[in-house]
């Protein structure tokens, strides 16, 4: 059936406000509850910088797989005018009586 993709995604936000060393601390950690399409639930804790360095690697490749989608489009559209030039350039070497190359 292929790999397992996210189903749901829960979040939230812990905060420690204080440790048997340290009287307050308020140490935020993002918590995420990732449900995936085989049943598979894994829970992930980072702190408030991998947070930000893992929202950050996720939307520099969305914006990559966005920009890779822009220029897949525009390769299809160069493709398809060379097709266009080359059914054209064929034409004209058959009513030429030219053997146009395969």
Not at 62 to 87: P, V, Y
């Given at each position: 059936?292929?790999?397992?993709?996210l189903?749901s995604?829960?979040w939230?936000?812990?905060?420690?406000?204080s440790t048997?060393?340290?009287?307050?601390?308020?140490r935020?950690?993002?918590?995420?509850?990732?449900?995936?399409?085989d049943?598979?639930v894994r829970?992930?804790?980072?702190?408030?910088?991998?947070?930000?360095?893992?929202r950050h690697?996720?939307a520099y490749?969305?914006?990559?797989?966005?920009?890779?989608g822009?220029?897949?489009d525009?390769?299809h559209?160069?493709g398809?005018?060379?097709?266009?030039q080359?059914?054209?350039l064929?034409?004209?070497?058959?009513?030429l009586?030219?053997?146009?190359p395969t």
């Amino acid at each position: 059936a292929g790999p397992a993709h996210l189903a749901s995604c829960r979040w939230r936000v812990d905060v420690t406000l204080s440790t048997s060393e340290v009287a307050r601390v308020l140490r935020p950690n993002v918590v995420m509850c990732l449900e995936l399409t085989d049943g598979t639930v894994r829970t992930v804790e980072v702190g408030l910088a991998e947070f930000h360095q893992l929202r950050h690697s996720v939307a520099y490749m969305l914006n990559e797989m966005e920009w890779a989608g822009e220029e897949l489009d525009s390769a299809h559209e160069i493709g398809k005018r060379a097709q266009a030039q080359w059914e054209k350039l064929r034409g004209m070497s058959d009513e030429l009586g030219i053997q146009a190359p395969t």
